[in-house]
């Protein structure tokens, strides 16, 4: 499985992809919510660094996310 951060500045160039994946029966949820306010991609969340790298999350933010996401998939899942 592939997973992509999108940045505020890159969300149109991923625009439209989850209508395929759903098309072909998969799900798609955008998340930049979790990582972005209105106008900025935080660097850092309370004391918590977001990104190991240019596209990859760090361990402890991913921890922290975790149930949210799985909240997200759960929801998900109960609706098919």
């Known amino acids: 499985m592939r ?3 999108v940045v505020r500045g ?3 160039r991923y625009r439209g992809r989850g209508h395929r994946h759903q ?3 998969g799900q ?3 998340l930049t919510t ?5 106008d900025r991609c935080p660097v850092i969340v ?3 660094l977001v990104y190991l ?3 990859h999350l ?8 975790a149930p949210v996401i799985g909240l997200l998939a759960d929801r998900t899942l109960a609706r098919n």
């Open 23 to 25: 098309g072909r029966g």
């Open 28 to 30: 798609y949820a955008d």
């Open 58 to 65: 760090s361990y402890e933010y991913a921890r922290q996310l």
């Open 10 to 12: 890159q969300r149109r």
């Open 3 to 5: 997973t992509v951060t």
């Open 46 to 48: 309370g004391n918590t």
């Open 53 to 55: 790298d240019e596209v």
């Open 34 to 38: 979790l990582f972005c306010t209105a």
